[in-house]
């Protein structure tokens, strides 16, 4: 099993006539993905080849979802089209949409995070982040589909580049999903919401949890560990070495006086028992010794 994405997961990309929505929908498709057509304002009626997939484009959301009963969006819209972008799939009660735009303003994500509570039918992943994969069944985003294979271990992870190492180190055991939930102040989905999942999926044995300075989400994530997961986790979390008050990477990444810091994450996820690697590497070892017991 899987969590949020599967094999039967259709999917649109809105934006798919853009650069960087043809360059990622080439991927998703190699790797598997049912892509069933994208939508670009103006461009409706009209048909993109790639790679001898021919998908129609569609003037909306709604259009597209009528059309192909995709119950996936991924987003490659630039920032300052975003809001409108997700609001859309979010009116037209897509089930689920990835905002892989970095640079959205934090109002805009605020705004549309709070119209898809207020609607209570769309799940956001995102923004500024680099999507969902289930390998071997579904690649919504821009992770690589061929760094890992599907297995026991779960994944949540504010960052994409250590998304990508950790799915590499463990590549030989491999993944239920890999969810990068961004790194932004405000996201749809957070730790919470990927631990929960796992911890209620049969097939996931262990999770790798990683994060990053800045908030308060992994203090939070850990006392949710410590209530209702029961599963193994270990986790990472970057940003020991950050200068207090620089913003390192992502918007959300900054360290305010005693709040955010590395070490306060990671006295608060070893006070909830979750081992806790120095590195990328060793917390890939710390995985594996636990599934190898």
Do not use: W
């Not at 890992?148 to 590499?168: A, H, N, W």
């Amino acid at each position: 099993m899987s969590i949020f994405l599967n094999e039967s997961s259709t999917v649109i990309v809105q934006g798919m006539t853009g650069s960087e929505g043809t360059k990622h929908t080439r991927r998703m498709l190699a790797s598997g993905t049912k892509v069933v057509g994208g939508v670009t304002p103006g461009k409706g009626g009209q048909s993109v080849d790639i790679d001898g997939h021919q998908l129609p484009v569609f003037n909306s959301v709604s259009e597209a979802i009528a059309a192909t009963k995709a119950n996936v969006s991924v987003v490659f819209v630039p920032p300052k089209f975003a809001k409108a972008a997700v609001i859309e799939a979010i009116d037209a009660a897509t089930p689920l949409v990835v905002v892989i735009t970095e640079g959205i303003p934090v109002h805009d994500s605020a705004s549309f995070y709070a119209h898809a509570l207020a609607k209570g039918t769309t799940r956001i992943i995102g923004p500024n982040c680099p999507g969902i994969i289930s390998p071997g069944k579904s690649n919504v985003g821009i992770i690589p589909a061929d760094i890992t294979g599907s297995g026991p271990i779960g994944l949540v992870s504010k960052s994409g580049t250590l998304t990508y190492q950790m799915m590499y180190e463990l590549r030989d055991i491999g993944f239920s999903t890999a969810v990068g939930i961004g790194g932004d102040p405000v996201i749809g989905t957070t730790h919470i919401d990927c631990l929960r999942a796992f911890q209620d999926d049969p097939d996931t044995k262990a999770i790798v949890m990683i994060g990053e300075i800045g908030g308060d989400a992994e203090e939070r994530a850990a006392a949710f560990i410590s209530e209702y997961v029961t599963k193994p986790v270990v986790g990472y979390v970057a940003g020991f070495t950050a200068p207090e008050g620089k913003t390192m990477g992502h918007a959300g990444a900054i360290v305010s006086g005693s709040s955010g810091t590395a070490q306060g994450k990671q006295d608060a996820l070893e006070a909830a028992g979750v081992k806790v690697g120095k590195t990328p590497s060793e917390t890939a070892q710390l995985m594996r010794a636990i599934l190898e017991r």
